[in-house]
Nanobody, 127 residues
Framework: VQLQASGGGLVQPGGSLSLSCVASGFTLNDYAIGWFRRAPGKEREGVSAIESGPDLPGSTYYSQSVKGRFTISRDNAKNTVYLRMTNLKPEDTAVYFC??????????????????WGQGTLVTVSS
């Protein structure tokens, strides 16, 4: 079971980026997927999550800090989950990780609940 996160980079404040999380070794729609981030000197933070299941789009969840700016989505045919980030702010600078869990916990942002993790992709928001 592997998760591969990609799409990070350097972007100016107000800009946009799309992150991808590709799953291999398992069927993505059998798992809920969460996006987390770790900013320098801070704890890992839950950003967004999407429920498992074959029915699209699936229930989605967002932290207050990104609600209205980030959108999570899933393409089961491509075994991929996306995180579309718009109106990026310097405080969004972090390493972003995707993670998988069989059943999404009520506290979806509690990272110990997740079983599988990708390697992380760096997002830098700076002028």
């Amino acid at each position: 079971v592997q998760l591969q996160a990609s799409g990070g980079g350097l972007v100016q404040p107000g800009g946009s980026l799309s992150l991808s999380c590709v799953a291999s070794g398992f069927t993505l729609n059998d798992y809920a997927i969460g996006w987390f981030r770790r900013a320098p000197g801070k704890e890992r933070e839950g950003v967004s999550a999407i429920e498992s299941g074959p029915d699209l789009p699936g229930s989605t969840y967002y932290s207050q800090s990104v609600k209205g700016r980030f959108t999570i989505s899933r393409d089961n045919a491509k075994n991929t989950v996306y995180l579309r980030m718009t109106n990026l702010k310097p405080e969004d600078t972090a390493v972003y990780f995707c993670a998988a869990v069989k059943n999404l916990p009520i506290s979806w942002g509690w990272h110990p609940a997740y079983d599988y993790w990708g390697q992380g992709t760096l997002v830098t928001v700076s002028s």
